[in-house]
């Protein structure tokens, strides 16, 4: 099956501090996520992104699907930004399920 | 528009016990996911349905887990028996379309306790 790689695996960062988080995957996709796992568990959507770059306030991702790689751009961290970052991607062959890396969790430090 | 809500947000049980984990989806969605992460480990999917019948079920455990979505609207996730390494978050995520390329749009999630 397809691998996901998330890059780094932890990062603690000040507070105001900005951040890149990678994420590889080994195989063509035609889906890619981004998620925000916070402190209580929730699983928060932040991008659809197969392919391009999107922009939500303090957050942007940028896809490059030919070179099969996302990055998750964080400015001015906050403490509310704390947690684990995934990715998940989908196939275009085969079933429809997403799958995850082993994400990126970040702390921000007051 | 209402996203994917799950119920409970958190349930704590004792081993052998039993659990049910409701989903409702977005309304319209006929795709419906099933998802978790447990011991700190990646989120794994469980299985999928397209309405009321299930399209995949590779990634279900074992036998003490037992999906439903009767009707094609909310779905149920039992554990019966309930063991320790069933600890972890539970997620359901719902997609207009039955190819991956369709975002899924993922619940809050119920954390599961067994202790």
């Known amino acids: 099956g397809i691998q996901v790689e998330q890059s780094p695996p932890d990062l603690i960062l000040q507070e105001g501090a900005n951040s890149t988080l990678r994420c590889n995957f080994s195989?063509?996709?035609?889906?890619l996520q981004w998620f925000h796992q916070n402190p209580w568990g929730q699983l928060i959507n932040l991008f659809y992104?197969?392919?391009g770059t999107k922009q939500n306030g303090r957050l942007s991702a940028t896809t490059v699907a030919t070179e099969r790689y996302s990055l998750l751009y964080i400015s001015s961290s906050q403490t509310t930004d704390s947690g684990v970052y995934f990715c998940?991607?989908?196939?275009?062959?085969?079933?429809?399920?997403?799958?995850f890396g082993t994400g990126t969790r970040l702390t921000i430090i007051p | 528009e209402a996203g994917v809500t799950q119920f409970p947000s958190h349930s704590v049980i004792e081993k052998g016990q039993t659990v049910t984990l409701r989903c409702d989806p977005i309304?319209?969605?006929?795709?419906l996911y099933w998802y978790r992460r447990v011991m700190g480990k990646e989120i794994k999917f469980l299985l999928h349905?397209?309405?009321?019948?299930?399209?995949?079920e590779s990634g279900m455990p074992n036998n003490r887990f037992l999906a439903e979505r009767t009707g094609g609207t909310y779905s149920t996730l039992k554990v019966q028996p309930a063991e320790l390494e069933d600890s972890g978050v539970y997620f359901c995520?719902?997609?207009?379309?039955?190819?991956?390329?369709?975002?899924?749009?993922f619940g809050p999630g119920t954390r599961l306790t067994v202790t």
């Open positions: 995520a719902s997609s207009q379309g039955a190819r991956s390329s369709y975002e899924q749009y």
């Open positions: 998940a991607v989908g196939r275009p062959f085969g079933n429809e399920k997403l799958t």
């Open positions: 309304s319209g969605h006929d795709n």
């Open positions: 195989d063509s996709v035609n889906n």
């Open positions: 349905f397209v309405k009321e019948s299930k399209q995949d």
């Open positions: 992104i197969p392919s």
